[in-house]
């Protein structure tokens, strides 16, 4: 039986994940497996499919790259949430077919209760998820700390961040020193 989009996101709670990237991981997980917890894909390198695959579960995870998990452990949707998020954290959102083919956008719900249930409609991405992801690369893009073909980058170039290193480096001063100076007013 396939999840909803807002059982998705409750695994997903339960799993650990930051609450800012539960909406875009629920419909990640609708583009890889259909939200069916017990999802197998097993595949051979070629046609089109540069490595092998035998990726389990909701989020998809590769026991081939990822050869710490097992099946059975990977078809409880919490697990595979959890392992979702260690390979998040190594590397990136990039880890997801649906993501990196766009197929997770046909899943987006256009709000930010979890109530949609991911049946096919476009949406837009809520407006918290996107000033979350301005407001944590801003700095990081300014400072120079973004490194080139990662996922921060690719975003921080769409957003318009197009400063050379000079400009990072006094833009990123001016910042510190208008935190400063608020939190110093502060007191």
Do not use: C
Not at 32 to 39: C, K, M, N, R, V
Not at 69 to 79: D, K, Q, T, W
Not at 167 to 182: C, E, H, K
């Amino acid at each position: 039986m396939a999840l909803t989009n807002a059982q998705i996101r409750q695994v997903l709670r339960e799993a650990g994940w930051p609450e800012s990237l539960i909406p875009l991981m629920a419909a990640i997980g609708l583009g890889e497996s259909g939200g069916d917890p017990t999802a197998h894909r097993i595949r051979a390198a070629g046609q089109g499919q540069r490595l092998p695959e035998n990726s389990v579960g909701l989020f998809q995870i590769n026991l081939l790259a990822h050869p710490g998990y097992s099946v059975a452990n990977l078809v409880n949707p919490v697990n595979n949430a959890r392992a979702a998020l260690q390979i998040y954290r190594q590397q990136g959102l990039r880890a997801w077919g649906s993501y990196t083919d766009g197929r997770y956008r046909q899943y987006l719900v256009g709000d930010e209760t979890g109530q949609g249930t991911g049946s096919g409609s476009a949406a837009a991405v809520p407006a918290s998820l996107g000033s979350t992801v301005s407001s944590y690369l801003g700095l990081d893009w300014l400072l120079g700390n973004v490194p080139k073909g990662s996922d921060k980058y690719a975003q921080a170039t769409k957003t318009g961040y197009q400063f050379s290193g000079q400009q990072r480096y006094l833009a990123a001063i001016a910042i510190v020193v208008i935190v400063v100076a608020f939190t110093w007013s502060e007191f």
